[in-house]
Nanobody
């Protein structure tokens, strides 16, 4: 089992920035592909970004161009830097880690963007 803990959410004004963090509880986290998803009120969970264990990045369409995803394997941490935030980015953001045969989710961190 790998526990994932997200942090960094909060209230930010439109146009602002936030950095989300996802910390994995075990070193095997370094060998996993890690992604971020979000779910707003009344919406389905949506893919935001992913970084593979080898550092390849991929972004969803909704926030493309406003994101940076990175990982610090020494800290078992993946970061999601979000810029130029909009009210429609308001959602709970979830960390997802995938290995060869397993998948884990965190509890999420809430991001609220005010207009």
């Amino acid at each position: 089992q790998v526990q994932l803990e997200e942090s960094g959410g909060g209230l930010v004004q439109s146009g602002g920035s936030l950095r989300l963090s996802c910390v994995g509880s075990r070193s095997i986290f370094r060998a996993m592909d890690v992604g971020w998803y979000r779910q707003g009120s009344g919406n389905q969970r949506e893919f935001v970004a992913r970084i593979t264990r080898s550092g390849i990045t991929e972004f969803g369409d909704s926030m493309k161009g406003r994101l940076t995803i990175s990982r610090d394997n020494a800290r078992n941490t993946v970061y999601l830097d979000m810029n130029s935030l909009k009210p429609e980015d308001t959602a709970r953001y979830y960390c997802n880690a995938r290995g060869f045969t397993e998948e884990y989710w965190g509890q999420g961190t809430l991001v609220t963007v005010s207009s």
